[in-house]
C-alpha cells in the first residue's frame, strides 16, 4: 500500500479532529464555545504550521522523523498531538506515538479520535508525565511537545526517564530529545518564560546536555525547540 503523501494525511487528520471536536464541544469545552469553529480553524491552522517548522527543526538536527518516537503531553483536546502524529506517520515514520492526558474524559476522547482511519497506532495514557509509556522504546530519538503545560526542563527529561522505566544506566531511554513548546505572539515575554522553564539552565546532577535552543518562527506561529543528547 503506498503511503499518503504528509500533506494529504494532515488535511484528512484535521478534518476529523475538527468534525471530532465540534461534535464533543458542547459536552466537554474543548475549545471556547463562543464562535468555536473560527477558534477551532485557527489553532488547526497554528498547528499545522508548527508541524512544518518542527520538520525543519528536526532536518537542522540531523533527525530523521521516520525513525524518532513522538509524545504530546497535556494532549488536551488533541492538538497538535494527534495531528503531529497523523504528519509523521505520512512522512513514513513508524513511531511509536503517545499522547499523555490527566483528564479520563479528554484520554477517552483521544482514544475515540485515534482510532479513526487517517491516525497511525497512537497510545493514549490516561495519566501524568512519568508515568511508564506502553510499548516499545527507542534508543534513538523522540520529539515532546507541550502546547500548554508549562513543565520546566528538568521535570520533563525527569518524567521522560521515569516514563521509560530507565535503570541508573539510562540504556531504555532514548539517546536524543528534542522538546518544542508553543510561544505567545509576542517575543517580549521569550525571555521570562525560558527563566520560569529554565531552559538554559544546566540541568543538576542529569545526564543530558543541552545541545540546541533556538526560536522556530513562521507566519502563524512561534516555537521554542530545544535539544539534548546523553552527556
Known sequence: MTTPPPEGRLDTARCAIRD?????????????????????????????????????????????????????????????????????AGCGGHGPYWLVEPRKRRAWFLARVARQEPFPDIAVVAGRWGDLLPGPSSSGAILISMKALRLTEPEVLEGLEQGFGSTDSGDEAPQRVVIVRFLGPEPVQDAEMAHDLQVNRPVAGSRWQQTCCQNLEGPAVRLLLTAYSRA
Open 20 to 88: 471530532e471536536i465540534l461534535r464533543w464541544n458542547p459536552v466537554m469545552n474543548l475549545v471556547s464555545r463562543q464562535d468555536s469553529p473560527r477558534v477551532l480553524d485557527r489553532l488547526l491552522d497554528h498547528c499545522t504550521a508548527g508541524f512544518h517548522l518542527v520538520e525543519q527543526g528536526l532536518a537542522t538536527l540531523g533527525i530523521d522523523c521516520r525513525d524518532m518516537c513522538y509524545v504530546d503531553v497535556g494532549a488536551g483536546n488533541g492538538l497538535p498531538g494527534l495531528l503531529w502524529a497523523a504528519g509523521f
